[in-house]
């Protein structure tokens, strides 16, 4: 049984203190959940204050971005070691705003997930398509393409703990959720495309998430789905309110 998981990504959002309140007033509403793992990504500045909050709660800490090199000349960049030394767990890889906005190319990726895991760091590989490349029928190759090249090269015991989100970038913050029914079809080519590259016994461990306008009210009926183990959220997760209801969804029968 693949373990549900919830993770917020909060973007360029909240200062040091925004995110000690956030820790403040959520923890109590999800207090002694064990139905999903909960992991929060966020801006560096405030992964420490992060880490100190939520101790002991099993609410894990993630970075949104990462040199995958230890140490060197590489201006306004933050390595894993750095990460590590402040607690942080998890890095997001190949969100779609990277690639696009920051030109983080496949190559890139790569060398990123091979470095997160090397360090003993958990990826979150997020994978999406274009709103023309689905039109054109195009959403499964590229997105199976991106999966792929990313994680060339891993071992088996890595691809196992492997978490990819699946985020159509027509869905990213504009409120338009790709339907249930859409993202399990693009999921489970995705699982299947892993199964016929690395083995079923590997693809049935790879937790894939959905993500792109999450919200309380799609949550349960995306968790439904078969292949669907989790979300990835933007928007959503900002406040404690409404990220405690994601947390905490119903499985609907
Ligand atoms: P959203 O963002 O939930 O605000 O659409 C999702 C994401 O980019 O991870």
Request: glycine share 10%; hydrophobic share 45%; with cysteine.
């Amino acid at each position: 049984m693949r373990k549900p998981i919830i993770i917020a990504n909060w973007k360029m959002y909240k200062t040091r203190a925004e995110a000690a309140a956030f820790c403040q007033a959520f923890l109590p509403l999800i207090r002694q959940q064990d139905q999903a793992d909960v992991v929060i990504c966020a801006p560096f500045t405030q992964l420490d204050v992060l880490a100190a909050e939520l101790a002991g709660s099993g609410v894990g800490v993630g970075a949104q971005n990462f040199y995958p090199l230890p140490e060197g000349a590489f201006t306004g960049e933050v390595s894993l070691p750095m990460l590590q030394e402040i607690g942080v767990q998890y890095v997001i890889i190949g969100h779609s705003e990277r690639r696009e906005i920051f030109h983080e190319d496949g190559a890139l990726v790569r060398q990123k997930v091979q470095a997160a895991y090397a360090a003993g760091l958990q990826p979150i590989l997020c994978v999406g398509e274009h709103l023309e490349q689905r039109n054109n029928g195009l959403t499964v190759s590229v997105c199976s393409g991106q999966m792929l090249s990313a994680i060339e090269g891993l071992n088996e015991a890595q691809l196992k703990t492997l978490i990819v989100a699946y985020e159509p970038i027509w869905a990213i913050g504009t409120g338009r959720t790709a339907t249930a029914a859409d993202a399990e079809q693009v999921i489970g080519a995705l699982r299947q495309a892993m199964a016929e590259t690395y083995g079923q016994a590997v693809a049935d461990q790879v937790r894939f998430q959905y993500g792109g306008s999450v919200k309380p009210e799609n949550i349960a009926e995306l968790m439904a789905q078969p292949d669907i183990d989790g979300a990835l959220v933007g928007g959503a997760s900002l406040k404690p309110d409404s990220f405690s209801q994601l947390v905490l969804f119903q499985k609907q029968q």
